[in-house]
């Protein structure tokens, strides 16, 4: 099962990514786990300095914008 983490506040933008991140993955068929990471001491262990950003098992695929459903999609076949 695919662990998918939305890193942000919960601003706007994080929850849009939720949404395409499990669009994405309802799409292709994926079980997996969704979890919203809010906090900031936690978002800065991935290294990552803006938000939102996406990481898929623990690895950040995308920081500082808001991927498309189709751009999940292609990140979660890899």
């Known amino acids: 099962m695919k662990r998918i983490q939305i890193l942000g506040t919960g601003c706007p933008k ?10 994405a993955a309802k799409e292709l068929g994926l ?3 969704v979890e919203k990471v809010t906090d900031i001491e936690a978002i800065m262990a ?3 300095m803006m938000t939102p950003a996406l990481a898929v098992d623990g690895d ?3 920081v500082g914008k808001v991927p498309s459903k189709d751009e ?3 990140i ?3």
Do not use: M, R, T
């Open 14 to 23: 994080c929850k849009k990514l939720a949404e395409n991140a499990e669009a």
């Open 31 to 33: 079980e997996c786990e």
């Open 46 to 48: 991935f290294n990552v």
């Open 60 to 62: 950040v695929k995308a």
């Open 72 to 74: 999940i999609k292609e």
């Open 76 to 78: 979660l076949s890899e």
